[in-house]
């Protein structure tokens, strides 16, 4: 079965900073890679699911269509370029790593390399809190939301992450507070 995308090759393009030069195949697996990380982790299984079947379907429409258009379209590829970033400058052949020059430009440092990212995370993260807010704002709309179970993924609500995760774990009951992550160390 073919995969399904939520997004065009030139909705990726428009989107970001990407050259209408760079070869789909180079991308194509940084989409697949940022919508199964960022798209079904914040809709849920079931959602994502549904989109899928609608979109094969050719059956997409009212607030799935806005979803999919206006929410899901502006945070997929912004996820997807910041993935592929570190990789753009690199090519793999035959077991052998190899960086690309360029004769018109020079490539960028580390450190500008990271800066670049990061604003393109936070890019990201932005619309990924809209999308959020849009799905919860109309949770009505979208009944899949809330169904997940067994192995499903259920929707995680948070759009930003900064490096440490403090939150309590909901299924243990137990409440997690800095003074143990502190003592776990001893």
């Given at each position: 079965m073919a995969y399904?995308?939520?997004?065009?090759?030139?909705?990726?393009?428009?989107?970001?900073?990407?050259?209408?030069?760079?070869?789909?195949?180079?991308?194509?697996p940084y989409v697949r890679q940022a919508q199964k990380l960022y798209v079904e982790t914040k809709l849920g299984t079931d959602l994502t699911d549904k989109l899928k079947a609608e979109i094969r379907a050719g059956t997409l429409a009212g607030a799935y269509k806005t979803l999919v258009d206006e929410y899901i379209g502006d945070m997929l590829p912004n996820w997807a370029f910041y993935h592929a970033i570190p990789f753009l400058r690199f090519k793999i052949?035959?077991?052998?790593i190899y960086s690309k020059t360029s004769e018109t430009g020079n490539a960028l440092s580390t450190e500008e390399a990271q800066h670049l990212r990061e604003e393109v995370r936070n890019t990201a993260e932005y619309y990924t809190e809209r999308l959020i807010e849009y799905v919860t704002n109309n949770i009505s709309s979208f009944p899949e939301y809330n169904t997940n179970s067994g192995a499903d993924v259920n929707p995680d609500q948070n759009a930003y992450y900064n490096g440490m995760n403090?939150?309590?774990p909901m299924r243990q009951g137990t409440k997690?507070?800095?003074?143990n992550f502190l003592n776990a160390s001893d």
């Open positions: 399904v995308l939520f997004i065009s090759e030139q909705k990726l393009k428009d989107s970001t900073a990407i050259n209408l030069n760079v070869d789909v195949e180079l991308l194509l052949e035959n077991g052998n403090l939150e309590r997690l507070t800095l003074r």
